[in-house]
């Protein structure tokens, strides 16, 4: 008996549609990001209508290996694989048109049948100006960066806020485009001469540009949020994918080491446009170790040779990151950040990912537990907290052989589960599903 169990998976209502009661399920990171949710998505979207981007843009990158090769998507929800499936960029996405059609192109040049799609008419559109300022801005602050990935998303979100962002609706008026590119380039460019001394915003060619890139994806644009609503009423089965991770949340994550959008799924409804009270299922994905692109405090972080084999035998083919290919920091599971990645998330159950690479050691350290200033701590602290904090770890031992060939759960090693149910119980929600190597199929299914 476990008392932590929360809600327990397929609590819902009956869907009917045959395939279970779950009607809208949302895979979420518990952590930094690169947690494998790609995976996660491309497995569980077998099972799936509907896929849908609700945050974030093409700033990370979900890799995925399946019969048609191995693939980074950045901005394309992970259901494109799959003929069955419409894929939607939701309303709350930082929309990138000709990264998109890029990404699109390459799929299909690659071999995949071309995806079905949606886009909202009411996302905003990723514009040049913000890459640049993204750029500049990194440039101005130097050593003393968040880590930005340089792909617009802060100055995006920061205009969409400032509410003069623009949507997709809006690029199909030529002159009202024009209206809002001359009062959007009066603000910037006052910044680019003066501070960043860089030239300034040339309206007439970006009223050209998006006037024509608008007519490529008009086939694929409209109300989402409409087509979403409808089609829970219809009992179709929903999944919601979410990028980054807990810990990049602007208002619950190791702020301003943050993201510009919310990655929880809390904030998938408003996002994707769907109702709040049929997201049944919140899937929170964690690594069988920590990995963390960019900057801020990461508290079991390793160097030296330590990481440096970790770091070669992570993910598919080391973990370097599927959008920037900068080194990933990698370091022991950390059960105190990932416990509040999932509660923040309000995961009703853990996927745990990358458990093969883990193979090769001896003894696992995990980290139970900080100590701030002489003090053991077991909840999740604040920024300034975090940045002095040491980890305390617990010594599991290891299982010593490969695991990638396990069928079933149950083959798999005593201390391979020993280490699945410590983490369980560490992280006070369900491990249902254990993924043991990079491709589709290997996934192993768990009565947690
Ligand atoms: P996402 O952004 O959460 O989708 O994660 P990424 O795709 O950026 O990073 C996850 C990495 O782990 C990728 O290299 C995946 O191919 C890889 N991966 C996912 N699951 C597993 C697994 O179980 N084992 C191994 N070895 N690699 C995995």
Redesign the pocket.
């Known amino acids: 008996e476990r008392a932590f169990l929360r809600t327990p998976a397929l609590a819902g209502k009956d869907a009917g549609n045959g395939r279970g009661s779950v009607m809208i399920r949302t895979i979420v990171?518990a952590n930094w990001?690169?947690?494998?949710?790609?995976?996660?998505?491309d497995v569980l979207a077998e099972k799936s209508d509907i896929v849908v981007r609700f945050q974030g843009g093409a700033n990370?990158?979900?890799?995925?290996?399946n019969e048609y090769g191995?693939f980074?998507l950045h901005l394309l929800p992970?259901g494109v694989f799959h003929q069955h499936i419409v894929n939607v960029i939701g309303p709350g996405v930082a929309f990138n048109i000709e990264f998109l059609l890029h990404e699109l192109n390459t799929l299909v040049a690659r071999g995949v049948p071309k995806p079905k799609l949606l886009i909202s008419d009411r996302a905003q559109v990723m514009m040049p100006y913000h890459v640049d300022f993204d750029k500049y801005e990194e440039e101005r602050l130097g050593g003393k960066s968040f880590g930005s990935t340089k792909s617009g998303i802060a100055p995006f979100y920061g205009d969409k806020y400032m509410k003069i962002g623009l949507q997709v609706c809006q690029l199909y008026d030529a002159e009202l485009l024009r209206e809002k590119l001359q009062n959007v380039a009066v603000l910037k460019n006052t910044l680019l001469e003066n501070l960043y001394h860089k030239p300034p915003i040339d309206v007439e060619s970006l009223v050209e540009t998006y006037t024509a890139l608008a007519a490529l994806i008009k086939p694929m644009v409209c109300d989402t949020t409409l087509f979403l609503h409808q089609a829970v009423k219809e009992g179709k089965t929903i999944l919601l994918e979410g990028?980054?991770?807990s810990l990049r949340d602007p208002d619950h994550g190791i702020y301003p080491y943050t993201t510009s959008s919310s990655p929880l799924a809390g904030f998938g409804p408003v996002g994707a446009g769907v109702p709040p009270w049929d997201m049944k299922d919140i899937d929170c994905?964690t690594?069988a170790y920590s990995?963390c692109v960019g900057a801020g405090p990461f508290v079991t972080e390793l160097f030296g040779d330590e990481a440096e084999e970790l770091r070669r035998?992570?993910?598919?083919?080391g973990?370097y990151?599927?959008t920037t290919g900068r080194p990933r920091r990698v370091g022991w599971f950390d059960a105190v950040a990932t416990r509040y990645g999932v509660m923040v998330q309000g995961g009703t159950e853990a996927v745990l990912?990358?458990?093969?690479?883990l193979s090769y050691l001896k003894e696992i350290p995990v980290c139970v537990a900080y100590e701030i200033g002489g003090e053991r701590v077991e909840q999740f602290p604040t920024t300034p907290g975090l940045m002095k904090a040491k980890p305390i770890y617990t010594m599991l031992p290891g299982w010593e052989s490969d695991i990638?060939s396990a069928k079933s759960y149950y083959d798999l090693p005593d201390n391979c589960k020993r280490y699945v149910a410590f983490l369980e119980k560490q992280l006070q929600a369900p491990i249902r599903m254990v993924?043991?190597?990079?491709r589709r199929e290997?996934?192993l299914y768990r009565q947690a």
């Open positions: 990171g990001g690169d947690e494998g949710k790609g995976k996660v998505t990370a990158g979900h890799t995925i290996i191995k980074a992970s990028q980054l991770g994905v690594k990995s035998r992570g993910g598919d083919a973990e990151g599927a990912t990358n458990l093969d690479v990638r993924s043991n190597g990079p290997e996934i």
